[in-house]
């Protein structure tokens, strides 16, 4: 029994193998465009929240986003409305619309309830953003959701933001 439960283990990983190779040589067509304006990369971005009923700007504050090859994000927030590790990082997916725009989902967890009663509690903050990339510049509008253990939504959020491509300051020497 050990045996077969070694050769299936083993075929496992090799189809594991085989689709981790083929995805990083092939790639996913879904998640790139054809034009110059990709988004594919690491992004430095500014994300002003306003008030979805009144437009009201609050302060702003950065966030990383880096859209991997394949189509999966990766999104590290720097809002001060959070306490110390109360959220982790946000990880989901994007994908290529039309011409030089994009949309991105993802979810970051909200570990622990804030300190102030209400404010924020256990759960979800789930994003969705559409994107339009103009060579290094990148333009963002975004909605959210804060969920709570039980799946019940106490929140929504409203944002714009800018961004410009994290690239190596080296590159440019050369």
Not at 108 to 136: C, H, N, T, W
Not at 151 to 156: H, L, P, T
């Amino acid at each position: 029994m050990n045996s077969k439960l070694h050769k299936m283990a083993s075929v496992v990983a090799a189809l594991f193998l085989v689709g981790t190779l083929f995805q990083t040589f092939v790639g996913d067509a879904t998640a790139r465009s054809n034009r110059d304006n990709r988004l594919q990369g690491t992004w430095r971005v500014q994300i002003t929240p306003t008030n979805c009923q009144t437009g009201a700007a609050q302060p702003p504050f950065p966030t990383l986003l880096s859209f991997h090859r394949g189509g999966t994000l990766t999104e590290v927030i720097g809002s001060p409305a959070f306490s110390a590790g109360q959220r982790s990082t946000g990880l989901g997916v994007w994908s290529h619309t039309r011409g030089n725009a994009y949309r991105g989902v993802w979810e970051g967890q909200m570990l622990f309830d804030s300190p102030a009663p209400g404010v924020f509690k256990r759960g979800v903050q789930r994003i969705v953003q559409d994107y339009e990339v103009y060579g290094d510049q990148l333009t963002i509008t975004s909605t959210g959701q804060f969920v709570d253990m039980s799946g019940n939504v106490y929140a929504s959020t409203c944002a714009s933001g800018t961004g410009t491509r994290f690239e190596d300051a080296a590159e440019d020497e050369d």
